[in-house]
């Protein structure tokens, strides 16, 4: 199978879009199928020629004002026509497609390619959280736009499904995301890293992930006066230096990758998500993977992947005497504490990646069967 990935976000910027395509491009490889993506450039010139034997095309892109981390492609639109066509792909992936996916639907469009579109980011929630709700909408209508082209449209969470189809999005398919229990592994627990960034305090309650504005991370001021407990978070983004003074006695890493942030999992004790807009929680399931438990609001992705008062806890969204209530539950019980992070291990381990790429490649294939019914009803 020819693959072409058509992706908003790659390297070197790290989040759960590009961890998505890395783990596909992986999966492929080992298959023996031939891939390429097409990504945004970055300023640093560091995307990479080749990624698990794949090329990877940059296209001009420039940083969203305010947000240089989001890259929006400028630039002549045929060369992704172009690209695409030299490539001759069976398939055409889209990875949370919105200006460069548009880009890539409309080429596979003209091309008479199927498409799989893989909704992952709430865009229209996103402008809310910074100020723009009055772009909501428009921005609704262009993912339905988009979304209404595509062959099949792949969803991480059921609650991303309802929302979605709500909004008359058709052709839908549940995929999940998989995760790496290998690098994610309680063995990693340092009681040493521990020492060093909780001090006096024997508990450490943290956060992975962006520091934006939609991860709401503000909502970890609840738990500063905790009793005992040190806030950790790690990540980097826009909202740091506001963090800081909101959290002055939280250990702040920075960004950390590989081992670094493997260790830092593990050697938590709770690890808490406050963010409302996750579409599915990548880092939900790390933390699970690293025999963590977690807390985090009822909405979105967690829902599918917390099982509340069993591996982790379930707060309504806004409710952060709610969130409060169930981390100082779990920072005042430690056998709860071990009991809930052995059933999250226990359940990240039925989530490989190579089990979710597979279903992905299926997906792949029924995009092409549906892709060429479609043709030969037409004829």
């Given amino acids: 199978m020819r693959v072409a990935i058509v992706t908003e976000s790659f390297l070197p910027q790290v989040n759960g879009v590009t961890n998505s395509v890395l783990r596909v491009l992986e999966h492929l490889e080992q298959r023996g199928d031939e891939a390429m993506v097409l990504a945004p450039d970055a300023d640093s010139g560091a995307v990479p020629p080749f990624v698990s034997g794949a090329p990877v095309v940059e296209l001009g892109s420039i940083g969203f004002p305010g947000y240089p981390d989001v890259r929006v492609v400028v630039g002549k ?144 001021s609840v738990l500063k006066d905790l009793p005992n407990v040190r806030l950790v978070v790690v990540g980097d983004g826009p909202e740091r230096e506001a963090l800081h003074h909101l959290l002055p006695t939280a250990h702040f890493t920075g960004l950390l990758r590989g081992q670094e942030l493997a260790r830092a999992m593990a050697s938590l004790d709770v690890f808490v998500h406050p963010g409302e807009l996750e579409t599915f929680g990548q880092t939900l399931q790390e933390a699970h993977a690293s025999g963590v438990p977690v807390v985090a609001p009822a909405a979105g992705g967690p829902l599918d992947i917390v099982r509340h008062s069993h591996d982790g806890w379930l707060y309504a969204p806004g409710d952060h005497k709610a969130l409060r209530r169930h981390v100082a539950d779990l920072v005042g019980d430690e056998r709860k504490r071990l009991a809930f992070g052995a059933a999250a291990r226990e359940r990240a381990e039925s989530r490989t990646w190579h089990d979710i790429c597979e279903e992905l490649v299926h997906h792949y294939e029924d995009a092409i069967r549906v892709h060429e019914r479609a043709g030969s009803a037409e004829v």
Wanted: proline fraction near 6%; aromatic fraction near 10%.
């Fill in 77 to 220: 639109k045929w060369r992704t026509e172009r690209t695409l066509a030299a490539f001759e792909p069976d398939v055409v992936h889209l990875a949370s497609p919105f200006i460069l996916g548009w880009r890539g639907m409309l080429a596979a469009e003209r091309m008479g390619l199927p498409t799989v579109a893989v909704y992952q980011t709430e865009v229209p929630g996103y402008a809310s959280r910074y100020g723009l709700g009055h772009f909501e909408p428009l921005l609704w209508k262009r993912v339905k736009d988009l979304h209404e082209k595509a062959t099949l449209n792949l969803v991480p969470s059921t609650a991303t499904m309802r929302q979605l189809a709500a909004h008359g999005i058709p052709n839908m398919r549940l995929w999940g995301r998989g995760v790496d229990t290998t690098s994610f592994h309680p063995r990693f627990r340092d009681e040493g890293w521990r020492r060093a960034v909780g001090g006096d305090k024997e508990v450490l309650v943290g956060y992975v992930g962006r520091l934006a504005a939609e991860k709401q991370v503000e909502a970890l």
